[in-house]
């Protein structure tokens, strides 16, 4: 007759270690598309506010100001009017809730949009390879 009592357990041990990997990158990566979509956000309420203030006085101070009452602890803003179009580029980086922990650095979340008007209409544009 053959023991087959400790085979379980050393599937179990093998198992668990890739189980909790798993976990950790989808929260690892879930935290950081929930960052880009607040970004994303961000820029589209900044945007909208910036194209209904188009030549007013410090606008760009104004949206910067727009930017960090709604996120606080921002990276990075670059705010530039050029030609009656307004390009905004957010960063941030993302802290790994686990990942920190075996070293790995920290993941930056950029998101660029554009900003203008076409027709009395405005129009908002995601920016692709910036």
């Given amino acids: ?7 379980s357990l050393i599937l179990f041990v093998l198992f668990i270690p890739m189980l909790l990997l798993i976990i ?18 961000i820029n589209n309420i900044v945007l909208d506010y910036g194209l209904d203030n188009l030549g007013t006085e410090d606008l760009v101070k104004k949206l910067g100001d727009l930017v960090r009452l709604n996120k606080s602890d921002i990276d990075s803003i670059d705010i530039n009017i050029e030609d009656n179009k307004i390009y905004i580029k957010l960063e941030d980086s ?5 990942l920190g922990l075996v070293d790995i650095s920290l993941i930056s979340i950029k998101s660029s949009y554009v900003g203008y008007t076409l027709n009395d209409e405005k129009r908002i544009e995601r920016i692709v390879g910036d």
């Fill in 94 to 98: 993302n802290e790994e809730l686990f």
């Fill in 1 to 7: 007759m053959l023991n087959n009592k400790g085979q």
């Fill in 24 to 41: 950790v990158l989808v929260v690892d990566i879930g935290k950081a598309l929930s960052l880009k979509s607040e970004l994303d956000s």
